[in-house]
């Protein structure tokens, strides 16, 4: 008998065996039949076996029982037709118990059902298995891809700051050769005043002078005529630099199927001017960490990057919502927040919270990540800021203590979730 089916007849058994009254029970199970229900099928299963296969009183008590339970199937059974919809253990118990002609045809049938049941089952582990290895190599040879679309990146913003330093000189250039011709227009000035200045000299000396002053004005307008064509020629070297730079970006925004505009931090991180103030341009003891006004000079830092711990702030704020509106209710006020100070700001949500995939509508200007499964909110929350590149404004709105210490280590600026639901309802 297959083993599911053993399994299948000594719990039908154990339970009967409870409902018996003690002077019906076979010998060999009386001592059984005190244990408790679950226990029976599970500490005694070969001694039931044994008494359902040489009992037959036995045997047939359980199957009244079972004739009580399933009676469609055992008068199936006994008229020699088997249910389309029966499972191959419950017949092949059934079966067992009840006897009918051809019984053992029935058992073996199940053994040969169930055998092809945990074949197939065998099959589609080996398909999984083949499945897994495939995706597995799929996703390496996307990023060896994604590797060698970087280092394309990397060399040509290496080029593109090449060109800019190029295009600075020329502007140098050009600036310097102005300042010299101002200074050329200068003297030109200071000869025509010696000039008027010395009117009343002799008519010998005037003409000498008109003379010299004559030979002044034509210097002059070489001079004015040379600087011209010298800034006509600086104009066009710079007008062919920034056409041939366009062109190039151009072409290799093309090349590289890039976007119109750079992705933010947390896609591909831009650097900050080590001029650019930072979190620590903040006082740290002119504000408590509960004043309001320690956010908005937060906010009033150039290209801040506001990171949120999402359910943190939604169950300090509305703990009664459900998580989908705790979700609606803090990315709308973060849409609001997001166009008034014109930050960077990206909210975080613990994915183990999920049920399973869920539809987020993220407002514009607003990042909405989940945790992958296997890590919490706040890994992903160091992750981020610990990408960010140093000397980059961050702030980090979060309660939890551990957070706000392992942040403040990276440089970011932890904030109080309250502070943010302040901010959130004054607006």
Known sequence: MPEPVRLQVVELAAQVLGSMPAATIPGPLRGIAKFDPRKRARLAGAPIAAQLENDKEFRELVAETLQGAWPELVASLAEGTVPPAAEPVMVAAAAYLSRPPGWPDLVEQARADIEQTAAADSQREHAESRLREQLATQRASA????????????????????????????????????????????????????????????????????????????????????????????????????????????????????????????????????????????????????????????????????????????????????????????????????????????????????????????????????????????????????AEPPGRAVAVVSSDREVAESVRKMGARPIPSTLLLRRLGRA
């Open 143 to 386: 990023r060896e891809e994604i590797d060698r679309i970087r280092e394309q990146l990397k060399a040509a913003r290496s080029e593109n700051s090449e060109l800019r330093r190029k295009l600075h000189d020329a502007r140098e250039r050009t600036r310097a050769a102005e300042a010299r011709a101002l200074a050329m227009e200068a003297e030109t000035a200071e000869a025509r005043t010696k000039a008027l200045s010395a009117n009343g000299a002799a008519e010998s000396e005037l003409r000498r002078l008109k003379e010299r002053l004559a030979d002044a004005e034509h210097q002059v307008e070489a001079a004015r005529r040379a600087a011209r064509e010298g800034r006509s020629v600086e104009d066009t070297r710079i007008r062919v630099l920034m056409d041939a730079l366009q062109d190039a970006a151009a072409g290799l925004r093309k090349e590289l199927a890039l976007p119109l505009s750079i992705s933010r931090p947390a896609d591909y991180v831009t650097a900050v001017r080590p001029d650019e103030p930072g979190v620590g341009a903040v006082p740290a003891r002119a504000l408590a960490n509960d004043d309001p006004q320690l956010l908005d000079q937060l906010l009033a830092i150039p290209h801040l990057h506001l990171i949120v711990d999402g359910y943190n702030v939604t169950k300090t704020g509305y703990p009664s919502l459900t998580l989908a509106d705790q979700r609606g209710r803090l990315l709308t006020g973060l849409g609001g927040l997001a166009v008034q100070v014109r930050v960077e700001v990206t909210c975080v949500f613990d994915g183990a919270e999920l049920g399973g995939p869920v539809q987020v509508s993220a407002p514009r200007g607003v990042r909405v990540m989940f945790s992958a499964p296997g890590e919490i909110a706040d890994d992903l929350i160091r992750r981020l800021v610990r």
